[in-house]
């Protein structure tokens, strides 16, 4: 598991324990982005998530723990919002696997 955030400094980042720092100007729309791993230029996975997804204020936007297909993680219904409390006050699981969507 790797955590991927803006600041590796957990007092500026609400306590996430960052892996990687990106160093440019990037944040991800709560009503709707695409999200995309690559390796190289041969692309691995993409979710693209839109308002049906879960937002819910101070949590993560989770995948079931037991969705591990990548077609899968496309559909809504299989995301839920970060429930486990961590660094100040959040919710979600950085750098652990998910548990189940209720």
């Given at each position: 598991?790797?955590?991927l955030?803006?600041?590796?400094d957990?007092?500026?980042n609400?306590g996430?324990?960052?892996?990687?720092?990106w160093?440019?100007?990037?944040?991800l729309?709560?009503?709707?982005?695409?999200?995309r791993?690559?390796a190289g230029?041969?692309?691995?996975?993409?979710?693209?998530?839109d308002?049906?997804f879960?937002?819910?204020?101070?949590?993560?936007?989770?995948?079931?723990?037991?969705?591990?297909?990548?077609s899968?993680?496309?559909?809504a219904?299989?995301w839920?919002?970060g429930s486990?409390?961590?660094g100040?006050?959040?919710?979600?699981t950085?750098?652990?696997?998910?548990?189940?969507?209720?």
């Open positions: 598991y790797v955590v955030g803006s600041f590796v957990a007092r500026v609400g996430a324990p960052v892996d990687e720092e160093r440019w100007q990037y944040s729309s709560n009503s709707g982005d695409t999200i791993l690559l230029t041969r692309e691995i996975d993409v979710v693209a998530y308002p049906t879960p937002d819910v204020e101070g949590a993560s936007l989770s995948l079931d723990g037991a969705t591990l297909d990548p899968d993680n496309d559909d219904t299989r839920c919002p486990s409390p961590y100040v006050g959040d919710l979600g950085p750098g652990e696997a998910n548990p189940s969507c209720p």
